[in-house]
């Protein structure tokens, strides 16, 4: 009788589950701005060669000083200089939202109902991604928006890809400090 063996290889293929440069900057800065009583509203990084790296952050109240900007500003690049979550030369800009600002979170529909903002998801509804009109708030997880024409949307906030408030007389209006 001969001896034989079987030798049996099997490869598995790995997935690379490394956060993103952006992701890995949320997670990085958002406890530290929350306990300087800050919340995070928005990271973007762009460009390729001529990096920037956008932070809008904000007060519970939805206020943000020169200050302020200035104290998010040191504390983000200290982390950022020893964690190095981003390759080659980047420029850090630290704002508020503004008055048109980006709706990134769930509680940004419901504080800015009533005003007209866009809306894009990743996937359509209705046979649409691009939404624009008033927003109604939230209904569970779904952002509710009303057309010009009176047609109400429930939008997932799930499969928001971006929206902003578009700047109106009614929102200049609203965001005018009381006198």
Known sequence: MGLWSAVFLCFVKKENRALNPVDQITALISPPLMDMGYELVRVTLKGN?????QIMAEKPDGTMTIEGCTEVSRMVSALLDVEDPITGAYELEVSSPGIDRPLTRLKDFDRWAGFEAKVELDQAVDGQRRYR?????LKDENI????????RVELPF??????KLI???ELIAA?????
């Open 49 to 53: 060669d001529k990096k920037l790296l």
């Open 133 to 137: 009109g008033k927003l109604l708030g």
């Open 144 to 151: 509710l928006v009303q057309s010009d024409d009176g047609t």
């Open 158 to 163: 799930s499969d928001l890809r971006k929206a």
């Open 167 to 169: 700047l109106t007389d």
């Open 175 to 179: 965001s005018a400090p009381a006198s």
